[in-house]
């Protein structure tokens, strides 16, 4: 299968996770409300990866798929962060898929792993967390966003990607990231 191909079936069975303050399905494997928001991403990236055969690359210039990971301690109730050589921003790590990528999962646990520095993380069972559409210096990215359960005792190392990575408390996150950092972990939060 190729990785277009998988993000298309990781799309077309996934259904958006509600953490519980929002209003859920009424019924088992209902989706939620088209007004969620999340749902309406969904439907979105699926019609760009119909439009555009090319739409997991960057070489796609309408915008293309990328994979990202928010990287939880859950023994200590945190969060790594990255501060962007780019950007600027302290954000979850990820980035662009790669052509020897083959999933969605599998380019997000490695975008995390080389951003990290991190070995031995593991995805949270379920697939995505949360879907996310924002515009960067090169194009659009269509972000599917996962969160990576990292080992008791983890040591991060800082990558060329990186300025700084840095652990934040759950509740710290909001001071330091933008609206989608924190939608990302507040929806891993309430999943763990």
């Known amino acids: 299968m190729s990785l277009h191909a998988d993000a298309k079936h990781v799309l077309e069975s996934w259904t958006p996770r509600v953490p519980a303050a929002r209003p859920a399905p009424s019924a088992p494997g209902e989706r939620p409300p088209a007004g969620s928001g999340q749902e309406e991403l969904r439907r979105d990236y699926l019609a760009h990866l119909a439009a555009h055969p090319d739409g997991m690359g960057k070489g796609c210039r309408e915008g293309h798929i990328t994979a990202s990971a928010l990287v939880v301690d859950p023994d200590t109730g945190r969060v790594l962060l990255t501060l962007h050589r780019?950007?600027?921003?302290?954000?979850?790590?990820?980035?662009?898929?790669?052509?020897?990528?083959?999933?969605?999962?599998?380019?997000?646990?490695?975008?995390?792993?080389?951003?990290?520095?991190?070995?031995?993380?593991?995805?949270?069972?379920?697939?995505?967390?949360?879907?996310?559409?924002?515009?960067?210096?090169?194009?659009?990215?269509?972000?599917?966003?996962?969160?990576?359960?990292?080992?008791?005792?983890?040591?991060?190392?800082?990558?060329?990607?990186?300025?700084?990575?840095?652990?934040?408390?759950?509740?710290?996150?909001?001071?330091?990231?933008?609206?989608?950092?924190?939608?990302?972990?507040?929806?891993?939060?309430?999943?763990?």
């Open 86 to 192: 780019k950007l600027g921003m302290w954000l979850q790590t990820g980035g662009h898929c790669e052509p020897g990528d083959t999933t969605l999962a599998g380019a997000a646990l490695r975008e995390a792993t080389e951003e990290s520095g991190i070995p031995g993380l593991e995805l949270l069972p379920g697939g995505p967390v949360r879907l996310d559409r924002h515009l960067t210096p090169c194009a659009w990215h269509l972000d599917v966003q996962y969160a990576a359960l990292a080992p008791a005792g983890s040591v991060e190392a800082v990558s060329e990607e990186s300025l700084e990575l840095r652990w934040y408390g759950w509740d710290e996150v909001r001071r330091v990231a933008d609206t989608s950092v924190v939608r990302l972990a507040e929806s891993a939060r309430a999943l763990l």
